[in-house]
Structure formats: C-alpha cells, structure tokens
C-alpha cells in the first residue's frame, strides 16, 4: 500500500509543518533523524508523529521542550561541513 505511514512534525505555532509519506515503517531513531535534521525550521516545542493508515493510530511519538530545541539549534547554527 502506497503512503501508509504519515509523518507529521510541527512545531508549537504550526507553522513550520512537516508532512512525510512513507511506505515503510518509521521507527524511533528514523523519526529522530528527520526531527533533527529539520531542527532550524522550527520554533518552540515540537511534536512529532507516525501515523499508520491501516491501523489508523499513531503508532510513535516523539515530544521536544523548549530548551532541547534551543539547544539543539545553537549547535546546529555552529556546526561546520568537513569534506573528506
């Protein structure tokens, strides 16, 4: 089945809103990864989901206080690429 899994990330204002179809499941680490690597669109606390089409729940969370993302993006701002 194509786009059952939905992945929706957004922040406390909704309006940096990540919206992700996948056909393959999502766990933890993978929702990490795209919250992460999305973490200077967003602002505030941010909420992240996996919704499963078929079984229509949300079948993993992921919840981001204020100060994590703060964090996160302050290092994220001084990071530098390093080409090998």
Same mark, same amino acid.
């Given at each position: ?8 990330? +957004? !922040? *406390?204002? =909704?309006?940096?809103?990540? $919206? ?30 996996? +919704? !499963? *089409?078929? =079984?229509?729940?949300?079948? $993993? ?24």
């Amino acid at each position: 089945m194509a786009e059952r899994f939905r992945v929706e990330i +957004y !922040d *406390a204002n =909704k309006q940096n809103d990540l $919206t992700i179809y996948s056909e393959q499941g999502v766990d933890k680490e993978y929702l990490t990864e795209l919250i992460f690597s999305n973490i200077t669109r967003f602002s505030g606390k941010i909420n992240g989901y996996v +919704y !499963d *089409a078929v =079984k229509k729940k949300k079948v $993993t969370a992921m919840f981001l206080d204020e100060t994590i993302v703060a964090s996160a993006q302050k290092y994220a701002a001084s990071a530098t690429k390093v080409l090998i």
